[in-house]
């Protein structure tokens, strides 16, 4: 099964990501267990993290899910279409341009600003709200004292209040509790509201972080949440790419742009179909970017149980891998490698280019078949 258009050929395709839904399921009732009272929503923003909001909503549903956390209209207007009954709030608010998808759609702004809070209250036509607060993250909600302000007024009666927190993923951090007790504060203003704080990592703080409703994300997609402690998640996606050509080259050979890769015996390389503009980030070269510079060495792959190293450069297109130690027979030309999944944590993929398991998944996707299996 795939979610593409006819146009996009999975047979043809050379990047492969597989969703496990039945390993989202069990992750999303994961995530309900701990959120204790708390009813457990779900953010499916951003094309749910890369693995497909439509058919990863729809199993969530399924599941018990019933409160969805898109980023912006469009995508609120998409996932209305697929789930008539979900409430379905959308982060980033009410403005201008997607006044008229929020109502035509029955989408719940997450009013971010006084601005917004005045744009819906005139053209919402008393049309169901939430309400953010910023508690510390200096990026989207009113002031505490703002909120405070709107609560004095009997006519301003949003269904949700929320916040958000900046340093879940470090249970340690000062910031936490100083958020949980701002909030608290702050959603006591509005009695009629519920109440909703907790992201991924939000839920691995305990008790007082849970309120009435919690909005996990990448734990979900089986992504990392909480720093320096094992992932408790199940892998849910699977990156694979193809290996299109297999080549020899010899001692002293460089392979890719630049020549910053020097080979130091005769080796076999796997030319692959999968490069930065697939997602998969440049700043994984074997070799020849800043990030290398650092000493760490590139992402890898795993074929038949083996890892084999990014050579050189990522490409737009195409990546190098060293298969030199493999068997013979072991790769071929048609081969699948993989690059994250059950055999490379996507995080382990993402630090290997410098960065997070959310911006790893969230950028794959344009030209890979998406596969789905329950
Ligand atoms: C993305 C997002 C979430 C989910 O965060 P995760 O860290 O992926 O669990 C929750 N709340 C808000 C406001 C978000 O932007």
Redesign the pocket.
Known sequence: MTDRPPSLMPAAATTRLAIDLGALAANWRQMAARSGRARCGA?V?ADGYGTGMIPVAGRLEREGCRDF?VADANEGAALRRALPEARIHV?NGAFDGAMALLVAHDLIPVLNSMHQVALWRSAGAGRACALHVDTGMNRLGVTPAEAAGLAADPSFRPVLVMS?FACADTPAHPLNAAQIAAFAAARAHFPQAEASLA???GIHLGADALFDLT?????LYGGE?VNDTPNPMAVVATLKTRVLVLREARAGDSVSYGATARLGRDSRIAVCGIGYADGFHRSGSGSGVPLRGTGLPGAHGIIAGERVPVLGRVTMDLTMFDVTDLAPGAVEPGSWIELFGPAIALDDAARAAGTIG?ELLTAMGRRSAREYRD
Request: charged fraction near 15%.
């Open positions: 953010a923003k956390f982060l958000h992201n991924s990592a909005r996990p994300g990448i734990a949440s959310y």
